[in-house]
């Protein structure tokens, strides 16, 4: 669908043109530019000559604003990805989110550490994607209310055209082929804002059955910003004081493996045991400072 070519260049063919040399400038200056594909600077021209009070003039330069607005909607529309792809993409983000969803269930009624480590994670990563998912929605809702707002005022202009004009039926069709081409990005619109409510009511599930998982972890397992994790921005891990060894956390982005979860849950059983107990059993280790020789003071005799 084409919109019928813009108008074309004004000479001073009439006493009012000739009267007012500057508003027919703007006028052929407008129609260069659009040419051209300036359409800043088209527009800006075109409207200083519609609003002069040339009867001749005025409907050929609202026809040409009607021109413009309907490709500066075009070129924001450049800004977007694939569509169906964007559909799709959020939809999956949609279905990996249940599902962790669902696995974060059953960890929590199997109650076992290894599980609900596991199904934290998945939840995290799921987290992420929906907000990957929930920000490409926004940005291209964002490209589509801006290319709207163009191609009505875009309508406008043809409508306003033929009215003073009813002998320009390129304005008449070009109005007409405009607005079929609301009403498909209408259609297009609400898919999006469909599969953002989606994307909304999953990332508070997602939060919720995150926020259970990690009520069964042991505190010194957890980011001690865990509790208070924004899942809007990124997380950035804190740098190691010098000399320090850097710990894997739960919540870092690199998942758990299952040696790392069998080391975890051997961590827990030992630290349920006494260290202060003189004799040394099972799965008992004593601290450095245990190991340290005593130092007594005055000669060793």
Do not use: C
């Not at 040419?35 to 005025?58: C, F, N, P, V, W």
């Not at 001690?224 to 899942?231: F, H």
């Not at 921005?233 to 739960?250: D, F, N, S, T, V």
């Amino acid at each position: 669908m084409n919109l019928r070519p813009f108008a074309i260049l004004l000479l001073a063919a009439s006493p009012a043109l000739a009267s007012q040399p500057g508003a027919r400038e703007f006028y052929n200056e407008g129609v260069s530019r659009l040419g051209k594909g300036e359409l800043r600077d088209a527009e800006m021209s075109l409207r200083k000559a519609a609003g002069a009070d040339i009867e001749s003039m005025q409907p050929l330069a609202l026809y040409n604003l009607g021109h413009v607005r309907f490709r500066q909607g075009e070129e924001t529309l450049k800004g977007e990805g694939s569509r169906q792809q964007l559909l799709d993409s959020s939809t999956a983000a949609v279905n990996v989110a249940e599902e962790a969803i669902r696995n974060g269930g059953s960890a929590l009624a199997s109650d076992e550490l290894k599980e609900i480590i596991a199904a934290y994670m998945n939840a995290r990563a799921a987290q992420k994607d929906l907000r990957l998912s929930r920000d490409e929605t926004s940005r291209t809702l964002g490209l589509v209310g801006s290319a709207l707002e163009r191609w009505r005022r875009s309508v406008g202009d043809f409508h306003s055209a033929l009215e003073l004009d009813s002998a320009n039926t390129d304005a008449k069709a070009n109005a007409q082929t405009v607005e079929r081409k609301i009403e498909e990005l209408l259609k297009f619109k609400k898919q999006i804002e469909q599969q953002t409510e989606q994307l909304s009511e999953e990332r508070e599930k997602i939060k919720d059955i995150k926020k259970k998982l990690r009520g069964k972890i042991p505190k010194d397992m957890q980011r001690e910003s865990d509790d208070e994790e924004d899942d809007d921005e990124e997380e950035q891990p804190k740098e190691p004081k010098p000399g320090e060894k850097q710990q894997q956390r739960l919540g870092s982005d690199r998942e758990v493996s299952p040696d790392m979860a069998r080391w975890l849950k051997e961590t827990m059983k030992r630290r349920t045991m006494s260290l202060g107990t003189q004799q040394e059993g099972e799965g008992f280790r004593p601290t450095e400072e245990q190991r340290r020789p005593s130092q007594k003071k005055g000669r060793d005799w």
